[in-house]
């Protein structure tokens, strides 16, 4: 399903709706139906242009509705895809995911986020999630660290209304270890 591709990556690079309407040039609405599963809602072009923005590549399920024999002229988004983005340390922002490893630090959670497998994918490989390669406050490029070291800022927020961070961190570690035990 492209939809929820496309909303977890317009999420990602924390715009909203409107936002991402105002940039590609189409109405709110539009891109909410899009993003529901309705891909008639926008043009070619108009999801070609919010590929670019969200800096992922076509769907292959879109990629298909190309008319054949038309294509590599425009095939412009697809050709610029990974290479100045590898050079970043790329993080998986979701607290759930396995890939990032918590800790406490001053009564509060934080995240160390794990090295991923491969520093051009575009989706976590633990939970499916876009991984990001910017800070989501500043947009310095990632590091591997806990903290932005040019804002400061938690490379991943930790989740809401979690009672005691040191038990839920420790039970954290234990699944993380577990799941590693397995592999
Ligand atoms: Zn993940
Ligand atoms: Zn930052």
Request: with cysteine; charged share 25%; proline share 10%.
């Amino acid at each position: 399903m492209f939809g929820p591709i496309f909303r977890n990556a317009r999420r990602a690079k924390r715009l909203t709706g409107v936002q991402l309407a105002k940039m590609a040039g189409c109405t709110q609405s539009a891109i909410s139906q899009f993003e529901g599963g309705k891909r008639t809602a926008l043009s070619r072009d108009t999801i070609e242009k919010i590929c670019e923005i969200l800096e992922i590549e076509m769907p292959a399920e879109l990629a298909d509705e190309t008319p054949q024999g038309a294509a590599p002229a425009s095939g412009a988004t697809t050709s610029m895809a990974p290479s100045p983005l590898t050079r970043r340390e790329p993080f998986c922002p979701n607290a759930g995911c396995l890939s990032n490893v918590p800790y406490v630090v001053d009564g509060a959670l934080a995240f160390m986020p794990r090295r991923q497998p491969d520093a051009g994918a575009t989706y976590c490989p633990w939970c499916g999630e876009v991984l990001l390669r910017e800070c989501p406050q500043c947009e310095a490029p990632a590091t591997r660290t806990a903290f932005c070291p040019s804002c400061g800022a938690k490379r991943i927020e930790p989740p809401e209304g979690v009672a005691d961070p040191v038990a839920w961190a420790e039970a954290r570690r234990a699944e993380i270890a577990a799941v590693e035990r397995l592999i």
